[in-house]
């Protein structure tokens, strides 16, 4: 394991893993926005303190997991206490990539921060991705279920079906 600095990190073409893009789309679009700047603060702090895992390609670092800590390194606006953070990463192959780390770290903050974000949205969002053969690795089933987020979320359905829905797809 090795430790890089928030700002060597921008210094490198530091690109989401292709197999993953839409996951961290979900959380570009459809959460991080709705939080407030106590939560993203928050997210920023957690996203210094945990692994990232990347793939390293030629010249290019595709980045499998840690959503905030791409919004960082692609951040023109960050101070000097920021840059000097150092990052704890982790270098994989291709081979080991395995999508339950991203996906479960985004369940991790739909959970967190279920009151403040559109679930059902979200929840489409997913369902989308998750073909048969992910949901089979996943869950050991065809289908994203909505009562397998709900779990995932740890809600209940009828907390589900009780949220508006402010999305448009």
């Keep these: 394991m090795k430790s890089l600095s928030i700002a060597k990190l921008q210094t490198l073409n530091v690109l989401v893993y292709p197999k993953i893009i839409s996951l961290f789309d979900i959380y570009t679009c459809h959460i991080r926005p709705l939080l407030n700047s106590q939560a993203i603060e928050l997210e920023q702090s957690n996203a210094c303190s945990k692994l990232t895992c990347f793939i390293k390609e030629e010249e290019k670092w595709f980045l499998l997991n840690n959503f905030e800590l791409f919004h960082i390194v692609k951040s023109p606006y960050i101070d000097f206490d920021v840059l000097k953070k150092e990052v704890a990463v982790k270098y994989i192959s291709k081979n080991q990539f395995n999508f339950d780390i991203s996906f479960y770290e985004l369940i991790d903050l739909i959970e967190k ?26 869950f050991g089933k065809n289908i994203f279920a909505i009562t397998t987020f709900c779990q995932l979320i740890k ?9 508006p829905s402010e999305g448009v797809l």
């Excluded at 809600?155 to 009780?162: C, D, G």
């Design 113 to 138: 921060y279920n009151k403040k974000i559109d679930i059902k949205l979200i929840y489409t969002q997913l369902n989308e991705i998750l073909d048969q053969e992910i949901n089979q690795k996943l």
């Design 155 to 163: 809600i209940n359905e009828q907390t589900y079906y009780k949220r």
